[in-house]
């Protein structure tokens, strides 16, 4: 396990695009599947995306599949979330997070129970 950064919210107009960081240091990033999720105020914490270690395999939210890139880049220790046609509904905190050593890392689940090592957040709003 180890420590998780991440960077690139802010304030975008709906249909608008970001891209999200998550940045680790420690451990060998490419040991670990990495997994984004997102908080709104009065919503349950959800899972978003998730990238297993190697880059293989990756999920997406219903809610976001179609809009949402996740990548990663073991070298400079970094996991990528590109948003387009961003929503107002996309708006929250958004978290990424280390699956657990336990599970398989060549494959990866989106239920932030299986996370740890949550970082701080980066707040996303979507709103005109």
């Known amino acids: 396990q180890f420590q998780l950064v991440e960077s690139g919210g802010g304030l975008v107009q709906p249909g608008g695009s970001l891209r999200l960081s998550c940045t680790g240091s420690?451990?060998?990033?490419?040991?670990?599947?990495i997994g984004w999720f997102r908080h709104a105020p009065g919503k349950e914490r959800e899972g978003v995306s998730c990238?297993?270690?190697?880059?293989?395999?990756?999920k997406y939210a219903e809610s976001v599949e179609g809009r949402f890139t996740i990548s990663r880049d073991n070298f400079k220790n970094t996991v990528y979330l590109q948003m387009n046609g961003l929503k107002p509904e996309d708006t929250g905190v958004y978290f990424c997070?280390?699956?657990?050593?336990?599970?398989?890392?060549?494959?990866?689940?989106?239920?932030?129970?299986?996370?740890?090592?949550w970082g701080q957040g980066t707040q996303v709003t979507v709103s005109s």
């Open positions: 997070a280390v699956q657990r050593a336990e599970l398989r890392r060549d494959f990866c689940q989106r239920q932030p129970y299986y996370y740890d090592n």
């Open positions: 990238i297993s270690n190697t880059g293989d395999i990756t």
């Open positions: 420690g451990a060998s990033f490419d040991y670990y599947a």
